[in-house]
């Protein structure tokens, strides 16, 4: 598992679910399977454990546990497999999002820049286009709007000028690429910063991130019994923002939905106010830690 991916807030996330030895419950980002095997230490032999990924790399991390369901698909479909499985709702559901350290350290996968690789960044290797076919068939504009929505990249529209000129001459095959098409506007000491805004931003265009995560969001919360908790860490603003606007109203908004007397409820409850943080020994030992934000909610009976 360590070699693998190292879970992040591990302690704190499995506390937060307030789990249940017979209870049914859903770990949505698989991963290196940390969550899950913690999740499942608790778990008497009666309680059950569904849990999702799109990477075939990371199922076969999996421990043979007939507790255990695994589902190789995407996790915005959570309601509809939990149903599947014979559930109507669950205790608990936790995801822990973005990219594991597995898929950031395999050089051919294409998520790191400290890699010359081909440019894949796909999630699910089988199905989609690759972030090459992004950079090389993209309209400037289209590009210009990634880097500056997913990526909060400075420059944006600069970017995107320099990544259609350099195509113009050869594709863009490999990261390598990516980061030399770029060279002319990386800041000085902060170069590594600046592509990994670009990359990021390719990365959730790629993989349809932030869509999925909406519908995981809706998913789930149909999926979950009264009094049940749902946790999620974030890695990410855009993230962090859209599971705040679902604890609070239910839906991608934030606005809490009104009947015409004015009255209305959410169907999540947030148990912390604040998001819960990794403590600094854990990002001393973990540097992908340091941007993590966990937050915890519960469903009502609304």
Not at 128 to 147: H, K, Q, S
Not at 184 to 201: D, G, R, T
Request: charged share 30%; aromatic share 6%.
């Amino acid at each position: 598992m360590t070699a693998y991916h190292i879970p992040v807030l591990l302690q704190e996330s499995i506390e937060a679910l307030l789990l249940k030895p017979e209870g049914v419950y859903v770990d949505a980002t698989f991963g290196g399977g940390g969550h899950s095997r913690a999740i499942l230490e608790r778990l008497s032999p009666k309680g059950r454990l569904i849990a999702f990924d799109k990477d075939t790399d990371a199922l076969a991390q999996a421990p043979a546990d007939k507790r255990l369901i695994l589902v190789h698909n995407n996790f915005r479909f959570v309601h509809n497999f939990v149903r599947y499985h014979g559930y109507p709702q669950v205790d608990g559901i936790l995801a822990d999002l973005g990219v594991s350290s597995h898929q950031f350290d395999t050089g051919e996968r294409g998520f790191s820049f400290r890699f010359d690789a081909p440019l894949d960044m796909r999630m699910n290797t089988r199905a989609g286009r690759t972030a090459a076919d992004l950079v090389n068939d993209a309209g400037e504009n289209d590009l210009e709007r990634i880097f500056r929505l997913y990526g909060e990249v400075e420059n944006s529209r600069r970017a995107a000028a320099l990544v259609v000129k350099a195509r113009e001459s050869a594709p863009i095959r490999t990261t390598g690429d990516l980061a030399r098409a770029l060279e002319s506007i990386l800041p000085k000491m902060a170069e590594h910063k600046y592509l990994a805004k670009v990359f990021q931003a390719l990365r959730i265009e790629v993989n349809g991130e932030l869509e999925d995560l909406d519908g995981f969001l809706q998913g789930a919360i149909r999926s979950l019994k009264p009094g049940g908790r749902i946790a999620v860490i974030t890695y990410h603003s855009l993230e962090d923002r859209l599971v705040k606007n679902y604890f609070k109203s239910g839906n991608a908004t934030g606005e809490i939905q009104r009947d015409l007397m004015g009255r209305g409820a959410s169907p999540l409850e947030s148990v912390e106010r604040k998001p819960i943080l990794p403590r600094e020994e854990e990002i001393a030992g973990n540097t992908r830690a340091r941007s993590a934000k966990l937050r915890v909610a519960r469903r009502t009976d609304a």
